[in-house]
């Protein structure tokens, strides 16, 4: 006898081994893999880039709106009964200004420098703003609800949710950055 006793398994439509085959498979296996951590890494470029365009656009609308909100506030006094609140604190357009325009500013900075923590804390001050505003809208309404709701007196009842908005979208970024603070450090 001659040979092996059991021949190697072969691949009906070639011939070849099966171990070959099986080699041929986790070679094209791997490659795909490759090519999927390849589009999974320039995903994750691209969601990167995209949500640092989005804090420079929060930062660059925070330091355009804040000299305009002082303006306004200065030159006509904030009219309306939806500024009730606002009118009970002397210069507070001033002063939310302030706010506004700091948040801004440190916020360009940290996204620029990618300084994580100033990106943050230009997001709360940002966030604080957006927060005052969604609360001095509410509380105007409020105070005209429990005045008896005068049409004539009526406050914008929208501008609560208008201003809502923003700031849960910057605290969603602040979450974010946490988030990548935590994964950096293996802090959970």
């Known amino acids: 006898m001659t040979g092996p006793l059991i ?21 094209l296996t791997l490659l795909a893999a490759r090519h999927g951590l390849q589009d999974a890494a320039a995903a994750v470029r691209q969601s990167e880039a995209n949500r640092m365009t989005l804090l420079y656009v929060h930062a660059i ?7 305009l909100f ?17 009118h009970k604190v002397p210069g507070s357009w001033i002063v939310m200004a302030a706010v506004l325009a700091v948040g801004g500013m440190v916020l ?19 966030m604080v703003w957006y927060g005052t505003m969604t609360a001095t809208f509410l509380t105007a309404t409020g105070l005209w609800l429990a005045a008896g709701a005068d049409p004539a007196r ?24 946490v988030r990548m603070i935590r994964s950096l450090t293996g802090v959970t």
């Open 7 to 27: 021949e190697p398994l072969q691949s009906p439509a070639d011939h070849r081994p099966v171990e070959d085959l099986v080699y041929d498979r986790l070679a």
């Open 61 to 67: 609308t925070a330091a355009v709106t804040a000299p």
């Open 70 to 86: 002082a303006w306004y506030g200065a030159v006509t006094g904030l009219p309306g009964p939806s500024w009730t609140v606002v």
């Open 108 to 126: 360009g900075f940290g996204t620029t420098s990618r300084h994580r923590r100033s990106a943050m804390i230009g997001l709360s001050l940002i």
């Open 154 to 177: 009526m406050p914008a009842i929208y501008a609560a949710s208008v201003y809502i908005h923003p700031a849960i979208v910057m605290f969603i970024h602040l979450r974010t950055i």
